[in-house]
């Protein structure tokens, strides 16, 4: 009986792997949050590419508005 008790006493190592998972996961959300608010701050943003005439022409007849000289 005396052995019983003291294996009651210690952890139980399901806890333990439970434990060592969950502190990596939050070290990972919490390494990732702080990347991202990093990024955001010092990242520039990302420049738009530049749209032909040809684009702006078919955008426009879409939108209905009649382009000039038309």
Known sequence: ???NEVEAKGLN???I??????GLLLTFLVGN???????QKNLP???K???????MKRERLK????????
Not at 49 to 55: A, T
Not at 63 to 70: I, L, N, R, T
């Open 1 to 3: 009986m005396a052995v």
């Open 13 to 15: 190592p399901g806890l």
């Open 17 to 22: 792997v439970l434990l060592v998972i969950g």
């Open 33 to 39: 949050f702080i990347l991202y608010t990093y990024a």
């Open 45 to 47: 943003p990302k420049k």
């Open 49 to 55: 590419k530049p749209i032909s005439k040809k684009k």
């Open 63 to 70: 939108q209905g508005v009649a382009p000039p000289g038309e």
